[in-house]
């Protein structure tokens, strides 16, 4: 097996500095709501963990897990729920947060479930933007960095449950 390369795309010190970007935004438009963050696990755990601790409004917490992704690197569309929420969001603002937003399948049809819940607000943070990838018109409201079309790593996210503890993002490739 030929031995895995890695890429620094973005470096741990800019991560933090656009963090700190995003929570300042969600912080001001959030202020005196009643802010939940949905992460959707496993990959944005990491993102959500440093997010909510940069921001200066109370938020609670909850996950969803989902299987659509399986091991691989492409995306399949099939969104299956395998861990759903344990709070209601009814009436409440939800922000839900993902650590990257790539053909817009997962996220569309998490959106749209999400709201048959009748919250008073739903919004989306993506820790990173494959815009380029897109196979369904879909925007989040808060984007941490626009990617190129590259399989990127770290910061939480894996390849097949590899590298999510990398506190750079990277890319890889083999030599
Ligand atoms: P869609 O295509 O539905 O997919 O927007 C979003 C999910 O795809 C995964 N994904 C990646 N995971 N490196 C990863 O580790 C990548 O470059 C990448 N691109 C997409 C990710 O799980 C996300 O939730
Ligand atoms: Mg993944």
Known sequence: MSEVRKEILIAKTDIDKRVRELADMISRDYEGKDLILIGILKGAFVFMADLMRYLRIPCQVDFVRLASYGTGTMSTGNITISKDIETSIQGRDV???????????TLSSLVERLKKKDPRSLKVCVFLDKKDRRKVPFEAEYVGFDIPDRFVVGYGLDFNEMYRFLPDVCVIGEN
């Open 95 to 105: 922000l839900v947060v993902e650590d990257i937003l790539d053909t817009g399948l």
